[in-house]
């Protein structure tokens, strides 16, 4: 099983709509079996709570739903992960220090990445933006940068692990 870990500051707006969205799109794809998903946050602010409602209201538009609540990073959590995938730039410095230090290396490239790294539409750096003090429409434009970039490292992913679907695909769509 494939353990992919998505990484954001609160783990209430992005992190959690992260792992929603790129649980729905395996699952659409027939791969269900193949991956555990999960998000955490960098700091502690929002441990045992639920993603924000801004953050629900976008998931339960596109037909998604979360029971995910908020956690912290931890050394379990990080060295179960086989790909870590980061919103933002000062995250994903965080994440690396921690796994620097605790690997006495860094990581490798393919298990600790920024998200967008993936994002068909855009080259270079580029981060998801935290919505969190944004109107509804920022979370909107999220789940679409997130959709987008979760297509694309599902392909790498079954590029890189050699994966099949699963025999007992779920087909409905």
């Known amino acids: 099983m494939i353990n992919v870990l998505f990484v954001c500051l609160g783990n209430i707006c992005r992190s959690p709509m992260a792992e929603s969205v790129f649980r729905e799109v395996v699952r659409k794809r027939g791969y269900s079996g193949s991956f555990k998903i999960d998000s955490a946050g960098t700091a502690g602010y929002h441990i045992g709570k639920q993603p924000d409602r801004r953050t629900l209201e976008v998931l339960e538009t596109h037909g998604l ?10 050394d379990e959590l990080l060295s179960e992960a086989d790909h870590i995938a980061v919103m933002d730039e000062a995250n994903f410095e965080d994440v690396h220090n921690y796994l620097h230090k605790k690997l006495k290396r860094p990581p490798a490239p393919e298990k600790l990445f920024l998200i967008r790294d993936f994002d068909p539409e855009v080259r270079g750096v580029h981060e998801v933006p935290d919505p969190y003090y944004e109107p509804i429409e920022a979370f909107e434009e999220v789940y679409i940068l997130l959709e987008r970039s979760s297509e694309a490292l599902l392909d790498h992913l079954i590029d890189l692990h050699q994966l099949e679907p699963d025999p007992e695909r779920d087909e409905e769509e």
């Open 65 to 74: 739903k979360t029971t995910h609540h908020g956690q912290k990073i931890d």
